[in-house]
Every structure is written in C-alpha cells, then in structure tokens.
C-alpha cells in the first residue's frame, strides 16, 4: 500500500500450497508479519473497507472473465465470481493501456456498487 500515510509500506503475501490458501500481512510500523486466520477474508485490513479477498487475485480462480471495452488508453475487464465463492456479484477492473497496469477496481454488490480501489 502507498497510502495513506499511517498504512504506507503495509505489504500482503497471497499464496496458495497444496490446495490451501495462506496469507501474511506485513505491517511497517511494529516490523511484524502476522497470518490471517483463513476464514475472515472479508473483515477489513487495518480497519479500512479493503479486505484479503479484495487484494487476493486467487479468490476469484473460478470466476468468469469478460472483456468489457478496449480502446487505446485504457481496457475494463468484469470478473463475475462463482455463486458462492465472494461476496461480490460484479468486480470491474480498469487498466491502462498499452503497459497494462491497474488503474481503478469497482466491486459490486447485486447491482449496487460497495467500493472503488483506486
């Protein structure tokens, strides 16, 4: 994370091993790593909306992927997670194009939009 300033340089670890998941939150002011317990992906980090699901592109290996709009500055892909699988119906994600980067995240809930990553 690069802001703001009292989360800066917070940093996660998302791996998957053997079939399981297993994150690791790295946390700059105490110089601490500290596991996420599996079963609260969607409690909020450092008490901020975003959450382990959010950040972990692994939540989302059963989801279907569609190409929204292409043009040459930017692209927009919709993830559409299985049922079940997130609390998301709709995540739509902005790239700029052409060095492909992510630029803004939008996550839906039913039809209603829950929150913007920028």
Do not use: C, H
């Amino acid at each position: 994370m690069t802001a703001p300033a009292d989360v800066k340089d917070t940093a996660l670890l998302a791996e998957m091993q053997d079939g399981l998941d297993q994150e690791w939150l790295y946390l700059p002011s105490t110089k601490q790593v500290r596991r996420i317990a599996s079963g609260k992906k969607s409690s909020g980090i450092l008490g901020s909306e975003l959450s382990v699901e959010d950040l972990d592109p692994a939540a989302f290996k059963d989801a279907s992927l569609t190409l929204v709009k292409q043009t040459a500055e930017a692209a927009v892909i919709a993830v559409k997670p299985k049922k079940g699988t997130s609390e998301y119906s709709k995540i739509l994600t902005t790239f700029s194009m052409p060095d492909g980067l992510p630029r803004k995240t939008e996550y839906f809930k039913g039809n209603d939009l829950e929150k913007t990553v920028e």
